[in-house]
């Protein structure tokens, strides 16, 4: 049997907000919640791309640790890009700046089902999508139309929990069979669509 990894690609803790102790409570979090690992995806425009280096914090042995960004783009809304070296600013279009301009793995989060029901409008330049997001306001009835669009056209799909409260880290997650051990290792299996999308409820 193939074991298959655990990670929450999408959290929000705000340390800027919450204050520098949040990264580590969202880690003990996601050990609890039995995760292999998760990803600070802050907004570009509030925290910027954080550098867990400035943090106090520690995880288990094999526990995976990275940061990204959630960036607003200006026609399909938010896109979570992981493996960018820089802050990336609001307002960008994923097709002519995000793409074009910023290197790393690109994924629609918690798409309107109107952004993603025509894929050829989208799919070259993301290389996944948020199936299942684990946010309170986006369960049940959004998640059931991604799940369905996700059988229909078999595109890459992830999940994450969305969380802006330790309480809702591992709420959604994503399933692949590589463990991570940098951010170059997601960003591979994201490109090459080695994830699944998971939730404890969808």
Not at 63 to 81: H, W
Request: charged share 20%.
């Amino acid at each position: 049997m193939i074991k298959l990894y655990k990670y929450d690609l999408h959290v929000h803790a705000r340390p800027s907000r919450h204050g520098p102790g949040a990264i580590q409570n969202y880690i003990n979090a996601g050990v609890a919640a039995g995760l292999d690992g998760m990803v600070f995806t802050e907004h570009s425009h509030q925290e910027g791309l954080i550098d867990l280096a400035d943090f106090q914090w520690s995880a288990p042995d094999g526990f995976f640790v990275g940061a990204a960004q959630e960036v607003t783009t200006s026609d399909y809304g938010d896109v979570l890009v992981y493996g960018a070296t820089e802050a990336i600013p609001k307002g960008l279009t994923l097709a002519n700046d995000l793409a074009a301009g910023y290197a790393g793995a690109r994924v629609l989060a918690h798409p309107m089902w109107s952004l993603v029901k025509d894929k050829s409008r989208w799919h070259y330049f993301v290389d996944a999508v948020e199936i299942l997001n684990g946010h309170p306001r986006r369960r049940g009835k959004h998640c059931a139309e991604m799940l369905e669009y996700w059988h229909e056209t078999k595109c890459a799909g992830t999940g994450g929990g969305d969380a802006h409260h330790a309480r809702h880290v591992g709420s959604a997650y994503t399933l692949t069979p590589h463990r991570l051990t940098c951010m170059s290792d997601l960003v591979s299996v994201l490109m090459e669509g080695q994830v699944l999308p998971c939730a404890l409820e969808a």
